[in-house]
């Protein structure tokens, strides 16, 4: 089955950044549009931005600015450069493809704290 693998998270002081990846396998990857989400604890998983596949993206009103969306069809891999951290971006970090698998990666943890 297609599987997602999200990675880069991590600590990071508010202010911070960091670049999230998501590599995609067992697809054809350049004919999928992808999705980066997150869950924050004991909150519902939320849409955090789209690329389509030909590059389009599209990004959640509160976060436009500060995270930005990209793909590399070459590497099967998304990627979430997020910029000025905030506390409020603590979550684990999901990809999905679009429309959504039936089913999630591991995800990635994102922890923005002094």
């Known amino acids: 089955q297609v599987q997602l693998v999200e990675s880069g998270g991590g600590l990071v002081q508010p202010g911070g950044s960091l670049r999230l990846s998501c590599t995609v396998s067992?697809?054809?990857?350049?004919?999928?549009?992808m999705r980066w989400y997150r869950q924050a604890p004991g909150k519902q998983r939320d849409f955090v931005a789209r690329?389509?596949?030909?590059?389009?993206?599209n990004y959640a009103d509160s976060l436009k600015g500060r995270f930005t969306i990209s793909r590399d069809n070459a590497k099967n891999t998304v990627y979430l450069q997020m910029n000025s951290l905030k506390p409020e971006d603590t979550a684990v970090y999901f990809c999905n493809t679009e429309p959504a698998l039936g089913y999630w990666g591991q995800g990635t943890q994102v922890t923005v704290s002094s």
């Open positions: 690329i389509t596949t030909g590059g389009t993206t």
């Open positions: 067992r697809i054809i990857f350049r004919n999928y549009a």
